[in-house]
């Protein structure tokens, strides 16, 4: 398996992480004001982009975020972070920020982030033996 670039997007332009830049004055690094969601890529397949792009939209709507990419250019540029990093096994961060505030509060343009994370695979044991499972009912305070 090639290890993933770690390919960062920016406003849908891939570049390699370590050059990518975002300034301080982003809520995301202010007041971590943003809408966030993960997906795995499995085999060079995004798994349920649909249903990711659904929840992250409605997280960023919720958070009036705007203007937010549509899901075809979000899918698209998934591709295109698929095509840089070939068709292995890893994960991508998706950010939509705040931007930065004209008034150091309120959320003004945003940036679009999608980060590519290599994901361990699990032990071939937990496929072979099972995994133990326990269940809490939990309600997160800020979903």
Same mark, same amino acid.
């Given at each position: 398996?090639?290890?993933?670039?770690?390919?960062?997007?920016?406003?849908?332009?891939?570049?390699?992480?370590?050059?990518?830049?975002?300034?301080?004055?982003?809520?995301?690094?202010?007041?971590?004001?943003?809408?966030?969601?993960?997906?795995?890529?499995?085999?060079?397949?995004?798994?349920?982009?649909?249903?990711?792009?659904?929840?992250?939209?409605?997280?960023?709507?919720?958070?009036?975020?705007?203007?937010?990419?549509?899901?075809?250019?979000?899918?698209?540029?998934?591709? /295109?972070?698929?095509?840089?990093?070939?068709?292995?096994?890893?994960?991508?961060?998706?950010?939509?920020?705040?931007?930065?505030?004209?008034?150091?509060?309120? $959320?003004?343009?945003?940036?679009?982030?999608?980060?590519? /994370?290599?994901?361990?695979?699990? $032990?071939?044991?937990?496929?072979?033996?099972?995994?133990?499972?326990?269940?809490?009912?939990?309600?997160? /305070?800020?979903?």
């Amino acid at each position: 398996m090639t290890k993933p670039q770690r390919t960062f997007g920016i406003d849908l332009a891939c570049i390699p992480a370590d050059q990518a830049t975002i300034p301080f004055t982003d809520l995301i690094v202010r007041r971590a004001y943003g809408a966030f969601d993960f997906l795995r890529v499995v085999d060079g397949v995004p798994l349920f982009i649909d249903d990711h792009l659904a929840r992250f939209d409605r997280s960023a709507q919720l958070l009036d975020l705007h203007p937010r990419p549509t899901h075809e250019a979000l899918k698209k540029h998934v591709a /295109d972070i698929i095509d840089a990093n070939g068709p292995g096994n890893y994960g991508m961060q998706l950010f939509l920020t705040g931007g930065d505030p004209t008034d150091n509060f309120t $959320p003004n343009t945003p940036r679009t982030l999608v980060l590519v /994370d290599d994901l361990a695979p699990y $032990p071939e044991a937990d496929y072979q033996n099972g995994v133990s499972l326990l269940t809490h009912a939990f309600t997160r /305070d800020l979903p």
